[in-house]
T-cell receptor
Framework: GAVVSQHPSWVICKSGTSVKIECRSLDFQATTMFWYRQFPKQSLMLMAT?????????EQGVEKDKFLINHASLTLSTLTVTSAHPEDSSFYICSATPRGRGRETQYFGPGTRLLVL | EDQVTQSPEALRLQEGESSSLNCSYT??????LFWYRQDPGKGPEFLFT???AGEEKEKERLKATLTKKESFLHITAPKPEDSATYLCAVQADSNDYKLSFGAGTTVTVRA
């Protein structure tokens, strides 16, 4: 149980284009979904928190207009990197917390590696 | 601000050589301390949640313990498949359920 998937697993795009990453909770309904970014040999940095049906809350220093988050249902959240540039190249990971008991535990997706040329 | 410090940064073990990883933390009211395992190029895999000082949890060769200031992850008789980066994270007793992660300990177990 508590499986989270991400799609795509990796993507290469040209500078200036937009990329959408999907995060799905496969066997549970997620109260909250989180988006992280991880650079090589570094730990996870929280980008934003999203709750179904409401606007995402972004961490300090994260541009809302660049990283668009949509949490359309209790099992799906999307992150769109708009007008991507090489410095946006990173490993993007989502997590989800289940509704009800045990909602403090985050279950992570497998990650999406983004390379912007 | 919540702070999590993990040590050592890297640990090289011989198969069967038991050892411990440390996670020191400061948080304004702890809801939970979490241990995750991360393999290269993968997302973190949930291992344990500890809620209060004195609590212990075990899973196969791993045992996590918690005090008011730190947590230990003990690896007993490790095997090469235990090689991974182990991440510690804390969650404060607030409404937002955010996790603050440490930098991780990379464990390499040689056969």
């Amino acid at each position: 149980g508590a499986v989270v998937s991400q799609h795509p697993s990796w993507v290469i795009c040209k500078s200036g284009t937009s990329v959408k990453i999907e995060c799905r909770s496969l066997d549970f309904q997620a109260t909250t979904m989180f988006w992280y970014r991880q650079f090589p040999k570094q730990s996870l940095m929280l980008m934003a928190t999203s709750n179904e049906g409401s606007k995402a809350t972004y961490e300090q220093g994260v541009e809302k207009d660049k990283f668009l988050i949509n949490h359309a249902s209790l099992t799906l959240s999307t992150l769109t990197v708009t007008s991507a540039h090489p410095e946006d190249s990173s490993f993007y990971i989502c997590s989800a917390t289940p509704r009800g008991r045990g909602r403090e535990t985050q279950y992570f997706g497998p990650g999406t590696r983004l390379l912007v040329l | 601000e919540d702070q999590v410090t993990q040590s050592p940064e890297a640990l090289r073990l011989q198969e069967g050589e038991s050892s411990s990883l440390n996670c020191s933390y400061t948080v304004s009211g702890l809801r939970g301390l979490f241990w995750y395992r991360q393999d290269p190029g993968k997302g973190p895999e949930f291992l344990f949640t500890l809620y209060s000082a004195g609590e212990e949890k075990e899973k196969e060769r791993l045992k996590a313990t918690l005090t008011k200031k730190e947590s230990f992850l003990h690896i007993t008789a490790p095997k090469p498949e235990d090689s991974a980066t182990y991440l510690c994270a804390v969650q404060a007793d607030s409404n937002d359920y955010k996790l603050s992660f440490g930098a991780g300990t990379t464990v390499t177990v040689r056969a």
